[in-house]
């Protein structure tokens, strides 16, 4: 049993064990105690497996895109890159930080890179030489995190790798310039997204429909979900390809506002009042159904359906 359970020490919420104070309540102080099973091949779950992998292949743009803030001369050019944090409590980023957060990344995938190669790593090994410009920054840490990739299933299946990994990958830090910078904490402070959507469809794990998708950003890459509720991830070649049917329906990301999941799309609430879109489109003309960036509002649907919900 013991092997066969996150060696991250995840849980899963809510989930009590029987011995718990909480056991069996709705509400409580713990936020779940039970284990997360782990992946099938592996030493740590699934979520654990799928954020790993998610850094890793976002290493280059991170670094890239810090890089480029850093020194706006040194620029690559980035299309489509929003430049958002997620965690808008945090201060703004200050330029040591932007050197300290690229430079301990990619030190961290220099010594993964040559640790995979067989050779022997030694104690320091240097970051990024100053005025490196953003895109052979990018290439030096997405070619080191491309090279983890590869053996990646190898070394999630070793209790000493996939722990040290983990600690220099997604262990995410609490304070807002951590003494060393993981990528988690890095694509936290810096998130770029092209086009991100939406997706219509609920998420599998908390039922909210707050699964942002996000369209393949190099041809021949997959495409990407992840739950911003729960933090449920995903790519459309996961699980047999089940992810890209499930969330072919997306809508447009509103201008920074929340998702609000009774805003329904065209097809969605016509579905839900049973009528045509055509119907759907006249009582929105009429008045008696708001309407925004081409949604729909819920409840003057049940309104007009006398659907008390
Ligand atoms: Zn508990
Ligand atoms: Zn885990
Ligand atoms: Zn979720």
Redesign the pocket.
Do not use: A, E, L, N
């Given at each position: 049993m013991a092997d066969r359970i996150c060696a991250c020490g995840c849980t899963v919420p809510d989930v009590h064990y029987a011995t718990c104070p909480d056991f069996g309540k709705d509400e409580g102080d713990c936020m779940g105690c039970a284990p997360r099973e782990a992946r099938d091949g592996a030493l740590i779950c699934e979520r654990c497996y799928r954020t790993l992998r998610r850094c890793l292949e976002d290493a280059g743009d991170v670094v890239g895109l810090i890089r480029s803030i850093a020194d706006p001369s040194k620029a690559a050019r980035y299309d489509a890159v929003r430049v958002q944090s997620s965690r808008p409590d945090l201060p703004a980023p200050v330029a040591a930080d932007l050197v300290d957060a690229s430079d301990d990344i990619v030190r961290v995938l220099r010594m993964w890179e040559m640790h995979v190669a067989g050779e022997v790593v030694p104690d320091s090994v240097p970051g990024l030489p100053a005025g490196t410009w953003a895109g052979e920054a990018h290439t030096i840490a997405q070619s080191a995190a491309d090279a983890v990739l590869e053996v990646l299933d190898e070394l999630v299946n070793d209790r000493d790798e996939v722990l040290a990994l983990c600690a220099g990958v997604i262990e995410r830090h609490t304070e807002s310039s951590p003494a060393v910078w993981s990528l988690a904490d890095a694509l936290t402070r810096w998130s770029f997204e092209d086009r991100p959507r939406w997706a219509d469809a609920p998420?599998?794990?908390?039922?909210?429909k707050?699964?942002r998708v996000q369209p393949p950003r190099r041809r021949g890459t997959a495409s990407r979900y992840g739950?911003?509720?729960?933090?449920?991830l995903a790519n459309s070649d996961d699980d047999g390809g089940l992810w890209a049917a499930h969330f072919r329906e997306e809508v447009p990301l509103g201008e920074g506002a929340p998702h609000e999941p009774r805003w329904l799309t065209l097809a969605a609430a016509a579905r839900h009042a049973r009528v045509t879109t055509g119907t759907m489109r006249r009582w929105a003309e009429k008045g008696l159904v708001a309407t925004k960036d081409g949604r729909y509002w819920q409840p003057d649907i049940n309104e007009k359906t006398g659907d008390a919900a």
């Open positions: 998420c599998p794990d908390c039922d909210m707050t699964v739950c911003t509720s729960c933090g449920w």
